[in-house]
């Protein structure tokens, strides 16, 4: 089974900066997309960041200019670099990977638990 882990998630005060990872592991064939989405309570979970096999990047609106997609493809693991935070950032981020297996040969979407980010004085 494919598993996703996130960790870096916390508190952190209005203008500061956070770093949250995610690992991915399992029987992975590849991996076409890695990214971090985030809902905040009452609202639609929306695409914060993704990074796609050849390293082609996209940003919500929201956090362009602010937020840094990195992946490891050796490692398997993406990370987002978030920086000048504001409290409209507070959400639970989740790791999304977009995955084919060696089972199945069709992609299919693969989700972390999700890590609690709160920006907040």
């Known amino acids: 089974q494919v598993q996703l882990v996130e960790s870096g998630g916390g508190l952190v005060q209005p203008g500061g900066s956070l770093r949250l990872s995610c690992a991915a592991s399992g029987s992975i064939s590849s991996i076409n997309a890695m990214g971090w989405y985030r809902q905040a309570p009452g609202k639609q979970r929306e695409l914060v960041a993704k990074?796609?096999?050849?390293?082609?990047?996209n940003y919500a609106d929201s956090v362009k200019g602010r937020c840094t997609i990195s992946r490891d493809n050796a490692k398997n693991t993406v990370d987002l670099k978030m920086n000048s935070l504001k409290p409209e950032d507070t959400a639970v981020y989740y790791c999304y990977a977009r995955i084919v297996t060696h089972y199945f040969f069709n992609e299919n979407d693969y989700w972390g638990q999700g890590t609690q980010v709160t920006v907040s004085s």
């Open positions: 990074i796609i096999s050849g390293g082609s990047t």
